[in-house]
DNA sequence: TTCCCGGATGGGAGCGCTCCCACCATCCGA
DNA sequence: TCGGATGGTGGGAGCGCTCCCATCCGGGAA
């Protein structure tokens, strides 16, 4: 395979033996179901794609005829004409596996399948790996191939992302982005407030001594969440309290901890932007043979079902992932059938889940 | 949008609006690739799909052209004509979310991205929920909508996954089949050589009462690591012991392992069926004030590097998901390459990884 | 009766691509 | 000198579908 256009996205095609003709036999095709039905290929067609103007006799006939055959459209043609790919992408601008391993990105392909069930249309995967394969996935969504793309974007987006938004691909991001002036629509949860309820809980139970564990600040959740927390912290008439930072991860969340001890010993309250490094505080906290919540009351942040469990009750900040996941694809479903408007953020609200890491 | 048809795949599209007519210029075509690099359509296409007789300049002028206009060649177009549809099914033949929390699958993603990378194929993510829907992904796969299939069989399969040889559609399975006389093709840890590992190190430790916590009986690897076990046992010369069944989370290892204690009190040694129950096993083992590994010896089964670090080193059964679904992958594409090729199953050794809870 | 109108139908064109085949050079051995 | 390989090229057909248009048929108004 010669020369230049290696990044070319699809261009080169590896080439793989031209498929020695799979013994099946041939799929029938709708001239096939035409004449099965005793109608012609239009007739056909219109009764496939919701039948306007088929007379019932028809609609039957060709209905009785799909399942005999066991007829199924052939997509790739019914794409070159109508212009529509028939499935959306889920971009995960992420060079390694790191998402992936993140219970947050199942939350969201679950969340979006749910929203695609009952429409034909079919979900894509899209990892951006190393630096210019971010050219080449620009280059495929942008070149017909999707109908529409969710961006799960988790960090501080990369420039294409922004880039996107021109290729006239309806765009739905999970998570605000980074670049707040292009209005590129998103779905998030109110993380600011949810940061300042943890804050406004802690100091309702009379705590005064508060820390935070806070996200990787190239994320805007955890840049929100922080925010929140110290604007919680103002209203209550608190000091801002230290702040340590962790990778959204149980080790990262111990780690942090271990610093805000260390630099404040007298800390009777933390609030870890994930429940993951709200674990790490809580295993931390106690390792070194204080009690939680009596000495140290630990709010985290996500609400996921399974960390609830573990004897201690996670007070947290609900984060309804999958549900969010499948409003950005409803969204998005509703812009690609309506393209050129203007899509609004949606944002749903935090909403404080009291349980025993902070009763008392 | 009337009567009869509503589960044969794709048949009813959901009537979405028919797109206003993207506002963007038109992607340009071959034709127009070729009329700017000054060569006809065919040696255009011939250029692009790795160019055998095709003069360098000719060469030359389409890579420049292709720069010059941002070509991306219609996906669709190439698939009605090729019948490749360009990309593979990821199946999910799994009801609820269940599996896609487990990391297993997004281990599964990653491999299979990997192997895909430097292909033109695309990953679609196929996940069958309620009953129904398994004949309607049935006839997806069997439709030409996609060139292979990878399936995720966590579970005893439904009927449906038999049928899926037959549809000639290519396909390999991560995680033995049940269904052992079709002899589909499929990548897979030896699991019964792990259990039996597990026996022979607990063994060889010196530990006489030895217990096992065993996955699903639905789920093949489970069963594999059972029968693996046993045969360790009776290697050794030691009773068979006794079983308790979870369902491969911690919560799951945790009921089990007291169920295993209550039972059994002399208890010196647990294998669990993966490394979350083991997790599980642990908590409760040392909940009931005994130590692990003095008092109690315990391996897991995974060798999932997140939980290797928490503090207590997990002895284990190496389990390499992503490489085995990287493999699987790889299998796949060379099923697609050479159609009718009968396939051999992949099955990774078992590799005993030694760690604290068995140290001693 | 004649005319028209609207619902139902069938045929043709064409989406963008790959493949087959015909064509034209050029170069070689006879 | 001429035949037949050989390498490069271009045009035509056609993949299976949807859309546009022309056609047809029946019933109510003129």
Known sequence: MPSGCRNVCGVNQKTIQPAAARATRPLPTLEDLARAAGVSRSTASRAINGGSRVSPEAQAAVDAAILELGYTPNRAARTLVTRRAGSV????????????????FAAVVTGVNQALRDTDLQLVLLMSRTGDDSSRTLRYLGGGHVDGAIVVSHHRSDDWVETLGSTGVPTVFIGRPWDRKSELPFVDVDNFEGGRLAARHLAGLGRTHLGTVAGPSDMTAAVDRLE????????AGLPPGPVAYGDFTTAG??????SLLARSPELDGVFAASDLMALGVVDLVRSMKRRVPE??????????????ANGL???????????MAAAAAQLLIGAIG???????????????????STAG
């Open 253 to 258: 969340g111990a780690d942090a901890a271990k």
């Open 295 to 308: 000495d140290i009351a630990v709010v985290g942040f996500d609400n996921r079902a399974i960390l609830a």
């Open 228 to 235: 929140g927390w110290r604007q919680g912290l103002k209203e």
């Open 313 to 323: 009750g996670l007070t947290t900040v609900a984060h309804p992932m999958t549900d």
């Open 89 to 104: 992408a889920l971009v995960i601008p992420e060079p390694d596996a790191r998402v992936m391993m993140d219970p947050y």
């Open 338 to 356: 309506n393209p050129g408007q203007q899509l609004e953020p949606v944002i749903y609200p935090a909403e404080l889940v009291v349980r025993g």
